[in-house]
């Protein structure tokens, strides 16, 4: 309270008044996320996306009618749960049904039927937000000292720290009633509509006004989605099919991480979401993320005990900008995170509704992923002559991408990643958690690193990555030359061979096409052309063209293809590109003849016809062998890409690949 209230005097602004009960004789106001969360249900009916479900399996001797009249105590004590919503001109009040005997059913386990087939029933089971209460139970008997309660609530009057308080308040009543003992509960200050009423008369004015220009500047400008990688492309409107997977984080990295808070000044939570946003960040290379994250909102006393739809969200944004090692990362968290907390009054439904963000219906708005420290108080007593334990019950659904939610145990941390599963794999989960573990044990360790240098990958993956994957070394004859020496070699030893045949009848055998491109490889060692040096090959496809390649290789060079059939500016970006990459004073060779000369764009090239002028001077070189320049390791050729997303791409080719490639090629067909 005291914060609060220096909090509000600093921002100028009046202090909350309390909560009191009002009048119940009209229709009452729904909260703001009531207000939204009806919305949805009418839009998306019949799906279970908003209820709440749980269970708890019970051994030992049960009181079942204890339990029942416990069951039915808490559903007259909390107006919440037997509130409907009735649609009055189109728009929803809240009527708070009187005091009813909640129908229980009890059933026996048939044989051969499934707990998990009930449990699925009753949570799929629409509810009738006009006319139903917000709760339906169920005891199911497994065997005489085995039994199950299964409940559902839906979301529109319950949350997280709800279920706390209704698990409870349960088994103090059930000790109670068991025993022949009154209800043990003291009377409830106020009800939820109490509470609803009252944000709608406070939440009003100047404050609303100073809370959303906080988030109107926090969040400008955002991305409107966080491209993470997923197995599938997202569906045209967002599917909630969902599951989860469980892990956990041992005690020594959870230790590293509370000292490594402690030491920045920061909380674990804050901890926590900066190792989640650089995750993401690296997953999805956007160094802009925005994650929600859900807080109690019960700042009031009087809200503490209420079973309700308190729960709102907030959208933190994380700069990854610059490569921040994560002390540095850390800061801008924990400055962001006080930030948020401190404006955390306004609803997230009014926050959507004032940023007005582009509306896309495959995916939810402003935010796509979601993290949670569970911290709620939650220290249940235990029952009287039975040991309880909670079911883990199937049927998951996903409000959003990815939601991640932590909790510390003596063991250290566990987690859940929630995931939809129209968009991931439970591999691809897998493997994002591995990354997780891996990102929180080296930023415990080594906190000044960069973000881009934190490992992620385990020992195994970084093996199968760079090791197995990336085995590129194959020992094979051809090794150690270059791709013309390939040529010169089948030229030795078939000098008299067909080498070259043209569709104008004309025919080279080895040994005349050697000649020639020695002779050509002479021409061009004279103009300069030495190893990774460019000269363009702009020739049609015809015996010169065999030459002009073979010879700019023996030269040293790298050719650089250039179809005279490109277009005009094509051509004209690449020889302005060559001339970029070409250092020297002569600027590159251009080998092409006359009847392309003139429809080549301008350029700085030196051209060289080779059925023009020059070709009585190349034909008169020595058809020796140029001596040898060139290594594997140099330039063969530049090869640009389309550029059909961009500006085309020259891409850098060396004799060892192409060498290589050819080698595999010959074993891989001669099979």
């Known amino acids: 309270a005291a914060i609060d209230a220096a909090r509000l005097t600093s921002q100028r602004l ?40 749980g269970g708890m399996a019970l051994s030992g001797t049960l009181d079942t009618e204890a339990l029942i009249r416990a069951l039915r105590t808490i559903v007259n004590r909390h107006e919440s749960l037997r509130t409907v919503f009735p649609s009055i001109d189109d728009n929803p009040v809240q009527r708070v049904l009187p005091p009813f005997d909640l129908p229980v059913p009890l059933l026996t386990l048939a044989p051969g039927q499934s707990l998990q087939e009930l449990a699925s029933a009753q949570m799929q089971r ?42 409870t308040e349960l088994i103090e009543l059930y000790n109670a009633f068991a025993a022949g003992k009154p209800n043990p509960l003291p009377p409830l200050p106020i009800q939820y509509a109490d509470y609803s009423h009252w944000q709608q008369q406070w939440l009003t004015g100047a404050l609303l006004a100073h809370q959303l220009a ?38 020594q990295t959870t230790d590293a991480l509370h000292a490594l808070s402690r030491a920045t000044g920061a909380t674990l939570f804050m901890t926590l979401i900066g190792a989640f946003a650089t995750l993401l960040g690296r997953l999805s290379d956007q160094t802009d993320v925005v994650i929600g994250t859900p807080v109690a909102n019960r700042g009031r006393p009087e809200s503490e005990g209420l079973i309700g739809f308190f729960v709102n969200t907030l959208a933190l944004r994380v700069d990854l900008g610059a490569d921040p090692d994560f002390t540095t990362l850390l800061a801008r968290v924990r400055r962001m995170t006080l930030d948020g907390f401190a404006h955390q009054d306004i609803p997230f439904e009014q926050l959507v509704d004032a940023l007005q963000p582009t509306r896309n219906l495959s995916h939810a708005p402003i935010f796509q992923v979601l993290f949670a420290l569970q911290n709620a108080p939650f220290d249940p007593p235990a029952l009287t002559g039975l040991s309880m334990r909670a079911l883990d019950l199937h049927g998951k659904s996903a409000k959003f991408d ?11 941390l566990s987690g859940n990643f929630e995931y939809n599963t129209d968009l991931f794999d439970a ?82 055998t080895y040994a005349q096409l050697e000649a020639k491109t020695n002779q050509l490889a002479h021409h061009l060692r004279g103009l300069g052309v030495a190893p990774d040096r460019l000269v363009g090959v702009c020739l049609e496809r015809n015996q010169e063209l065999v030459v002009a390649l073979l010879a700019t290789l023996k030269a040293g060079g790298a050719y650089v293809p250039l179809d005279p059939n490109y277009p005009p500016e094509r051509i004209a970006f690449m020889l302005s590109d060559m001339e970029r990459a070409d250092t020297s004073r002569e600027g590159p060779v251009l080998l092409t003849q006359q009847a392309i000369l003139p429809h080549l764009p301008p350029s700085r090239a030196r051209v060289v016809s080779l059925d023009g002028p020059m070709a009585a001077h190349i034909a008169a070189l020595p058809t020796s ?31 060892h690949s192409t060498v290589t490639l050819i080698h595999w090629t010959q074993t891989f067909y001669n099979q």
């Open 14 to 53: 009046p202090p909350p008044p309390p909560i009191r009960a009002i009048d119940r004789s009209g229709d009452l106001p729904l909260s703001f996320a009531q207000q939204r969360l009806w919305f949805l249900e009418q839009l998306e009916g019949g799906f279970a996306t908003y209820h709440l479900p």
């Open 126 to 167: 629409p509810f009738d937000l006009a006319r139903e209460p917000m709760l339906r139970a169920t005891v199911v008997a497994i065997a005489p000292d085995e039994h199950a309660l299964l409940f559902t609530l839906h979301h529109i009057a319950s949350d997280g720290w709800s279920l706390a308080i209704f698990i």
């Open 214 to 251: 906080y988030w109107k500047g926090q969040l400008a400008d955002i991305p409107e989605l966080l491209e993470l990688p997923t197995d599938r492309l997202r569906p045209p409107v967002q599917t909630y099919h969902g599951a989860d997977l469980y892990f956990s984080i041992d005690r």
């Open 402 to 412: 990815i939601s991640l939610s932590m909790e510390e145990n003596a063991a250290g």
């Open 427 to 508: 591999a691809t989960i897998e493997r994002f958690i591995s990354y997780f573990n891996s990102l929180l044990t080296n930023l415990a360790s080594a906190p000044h690193t960069a973000l881009s240098r934190l490992p992620i990958l385990s020992a195994a993956e970084r093996h199968l990555l760079l090791e197995t994957w990336n085995l590129n070394h194959v020992d094979h004859p051809h090794a150690g030359l270059c791709i013309h020496q390939l040529f010169e070699n089948q030229a030795q030893a078939t000098p008299d061979a067909l080498a070259l045949i043209c569709d104008d009848g004309r025919t080279l």
């Open 625 to 655: 062998r140029p001596e040898p320049l060139a290594t594997p390791n140099h330039l063969a050729y530049l090869i640009y890409t389309s550029g059909s997303t961009g500006v085309p791409k020259g891409v850098a080719i060396e004799h």
